[in-house]
């Protein structure tokens, strides 16, 4: 059965870093482009990265490019992603996602 369970979420201030990390689990995960999305209140689902199988290449929306870096590590079948500079409207449950699979999601709240 699959699985995605994300952690690393927490309260920050503006200008502050998380890293988010979701352990894989059910399927051949180095086998799998792999994304984060979010979803802040009141709002749609929104993607944020992803990530090719091998890791060799990326993808960010225009909100987090330059501030967010995705990862993985396919032997510890893990998908990571490092938010750094962050922003008040970044805060949103945080989900990683297997097309269209998503665990319960980390929530990020960026406040001072």
């Known amino acids: 059965e699959v699985e995605l369970v994300e952690s690393g979420g927490g309260l920050v201030q503006p200008g502050g870093s998380l890293r988010l990390s979701c352990a894989a689990s059910?399927?051949?995960?180095?086998?799998?482009?792999m994304a984060w999305v979010r979803q802040a209140p009141g709002k749609g689902v929104e993607w944020v990265s992803g990530?090719?199988?091998?890791?060799?290449?990326?993808d960010y929306s225009n909100s987090v490019k330059g501030r967010f870096t995705i990862s993985r590590d396919n032997a510890e079948n893990t998908l990571y992603l490092q938010m750094n500079s962050l922003k008040i409207e970044d805060t949103a449950i945080y989900y990683c996602d297997k097309n269209g699979r998503r665990g319960q999601g980390t929530q990020v709240t960026v406040s001072s």
């Open positions: 059910g399927f051949a995960f180095s086998r799998y482009y």
């Open positions: 990530i090719t199988t091998d890791g060799q290449q990326t």
